[in-house]
């Protein structure tokens, strides 16, 4: 399709506080999900992942939480720091080991 | 263990022009994927090779491909370049199976003049 330019959403957040990044995803027949931090002049560095069998999945200072009626998922952060400050992307795997990413999230961190 | 490493990390190219990027994945995995990364599009899928095969394709011209070597070692070539190709190439490994996750490298930013 024709390219308009992708306008992302920009969540600001105060150093200490819980941030919480929301993704919608379009397959329903997508069952692994997974999580992406990419900070500037850097490929997307792997945060979490989770399965379609589950709803919830914790990891160190990162939860991410999957409702497969709506298609939502979502990334929480728990005491957001300025190293958190990123694009957040979160991504569907396909058939065929393709990954189909959303547009991104930003995350700024006031100090 | 060494992550995905990608050369070059910066290319200038011309229209008209070929280009050839290459990703060692992390030792043991055998999946290797290409995605191109663009302000407009976002990040897009280009393709997958496992075991030397390649298992999936997204859409972009056949002007765009690749192989995969014995070691997993890839490459990507562009041929015919144009002012569009103009993007980062982000290279992916993993171990290739449906729950396994990818980890990608820092990508070869393009410029085509």
């Known amino acids: 399709g024709e390219s308009v330019g992708l306008h992302l959403p920009t969540l600001s957040v105060q150093e200490g506080d819980n941030s919480i990044i929301n993704c919608a995803y379009s397959?329903?027949?997508?069952?692994?999900f997974i999580w992406y931090k990419q900070e500037s002049g850097k490929g997307p560095q792997f945060i979490i992942d989770?399965?379609?069998?589950?709803d919830k999945r914790q990891g160190q200072r990162v939860t991410v939480l999957l409702n497969k009626t709506v298609k939502h998922l979502s990334l929480q952060i728990a005491a957001t720091q300025p190293g958190d400050s990123a694009v957040y992307f979160c991504?569907?795997?396909?058939?065929?080991?393709?990954?189909?990413f959303g547009a991104g999230t930003i995350l700024r961190v006031k100090s | 263990k060494a992550g995905v490493t990608q050369t070059p990390r910066y290319l200038i190219k011309t229209r008209g022009q070929q280009v050839t990027l290459s990703c060692s994945p992390i030792?043991?995995?055998?999946?290797v994927s290409w995605y191109q990364q663009t302000p407009g599009q976002g990040l897009q899928f280009l393709f997958e090779?496992?075991?030397?095969?390649?298992?999936n394709k997204g859409n972009f011209p056949g002007r765009f491909s690749g192989r995969q070597f014995s070691n997993s070692r890839s490459e990507m070539n562009v041929s015919t370049l144009e002012l569009g190709d103009s993007a980062l190439y982000l290279c992916?490994?993993?171990?290739?199976?449906?729950?396994?996750?990818?980890?990608f490298g820092n990508g070869t930013r393009l410029t085509v003049t």
């Open positions: 992916a490994s993993s171990l290739g199976q449906a729950d396994s996750p990818l980890h």
């Open positions: 030792s043991g995995h055998r999946s």
């Open positions: 989770i399965r379609s069998n589950m």
């Open positions: 090779y496992f075991s030397e095969t390649q298992r």
């Open positions: 397959n329903s027949a997508s069952d692994y």
């Open positions: 991504a569907e795997m396909e058939y065929g080991n393709k990954l189909v």
